[in-house]
Antibody
C-alpha cells in the first residue's frame, strides 16, 4: 500500500525549532519529488517547499514565507523526508502534510500523508 | 496571500451543476497546467483534476475541469451530498518558482 506518514509535530515556543519526518512506503521513494504543504487552522492550503530526487539533482525550492528558516532534506536509505523548521513564528502554526506526484499527473500531488500539527505559541 | 483567486463559497441542491472559478495570471495558470483538490472536513486533500481536465482513476465523471487563458474552472454535475467539501485550484508559478494554491471554495449542498 502506498503511504506517507508524518510525525514530529507538537508545541514549540516562538523562535524555537522542530523537525518533522515523513515516512514513505509502497513506492520507489528514491525517484520521487517530495513536497511539504501546510494548512493553518481554518485557512487554506499553502505550499511550503519541495525537494527533487537525487537523480534530478536533489535541489530544493521554498515558498517565500519560509525561505531561510526551513530546510527540506531526504534520506533515501530510510525512505524518509524531513522538514527542519527554525526560528519558528506563531504564523507557522498549521497542519503540515507531505505529498508527492506518484503517477503521471503533470506534477499534481496524488499522494498525501495524514498530516502532523505544529503549534507555535508561548 | 494566495495568487490564485476563487469565490469563497458555492452551493446547489442535489442534482444541480455547480461551477467554481479560479483566476490567476500569466506566470501561473497562463503558462502551466491547473490542478484541483477536494478536501473533506478533517481530512487530507485529495487530487480531483490534473493537467487542466484529467481525472485520476477513481474520481467520478461528474467532476470536470477546464482552462482558458489565465483562468480555470471546476464543474460538478449532478451534485451529491458527499461533494460538500472545500475545493482548491493550484498551479506552478514561474515567477515565484513555487506551487501556488487558490484561496479555496467551500461547496455546500442545500
Amino acid at each position: 500500500e502506498v503511504q506517507l506518514v508524518e510525525s514530529g509535530g507538537g508545541l514549540v515556543k516562538p523562535g524555537g525549532s522542530l523537525r518533522l519526518s515523513c515516512a514513505a512506503s509502497g513506492f520507489t521513494f528514491t525517484n520521487a519529488w517530495m513536497s511539504w504543504v501546510r494548512q493553518a487552522p481554518g485557512k487554506g492550503l499553502e505550499w511550503v517547499g519541495r525537494i527533487k530526487s537525487k537523480t534530478d539533482g536533489g535541489t530544493t525550492d521554498y515558498a517565500a514565507p519560509v525561505k531561510g528558516r526551513f530546510t527540506i532534506s531526504r534520506d533515501d536509505s530510510k525512505n524518509t523526508l524531513y522538514l527542519q523548521m527554525n526560528s519558528l513564528k506563531t504564523e507557522d502554526t498549521a497542519v503540515y502534510y507531505c505529498s508527492t506526484a506518484l503517477t503521471m499527473t503533470g506534477g499534481a500531488f496524488d499522494i498525501w500523508g495524514q498530516g502532523t500539527m505544529v503549534t507555535v505559541s508561548s | 496571500q494566495s495568487v490564485l483567486t476563487q469565490p469563497p463559497s458555492a452551493s446547489g441542491t442535489p442534482g444541480q451543476r455547480v461551477t467554481i472559478s479560479c483566476s490567476g495570471s500569466s506566470s501561473n495558470i497562463g503558462s502551466n497546467t491547473v490542478h484541483w483538490y477536494q478536501q473533506l472536513p478533517g481530512t487530507a486533500p485529495k487530487l480531483l483534476i490534473y493537467s487542466n481536465n484529467q481525472r485520476p482513476s477513481g474520481v467520478p465523471g461528474r467532476f470536470s475541469g477546464s482552462k482558458s487563458g489565465t483562468s480555470a474552472s471546476l464543474a460538478i454535475s449532478g451534485l451529491q451530498s458527499e461533494d460538500e467539501a472545500d475545493y482548491y485550484c493550484a498551479a506552478w508559478d514561474d515567477s515565484l518558482n513555487g506551487y501556488v494554491f487558490g484561496t479555496g471554495t467551500k461547496v455546500t449542498v442545500l
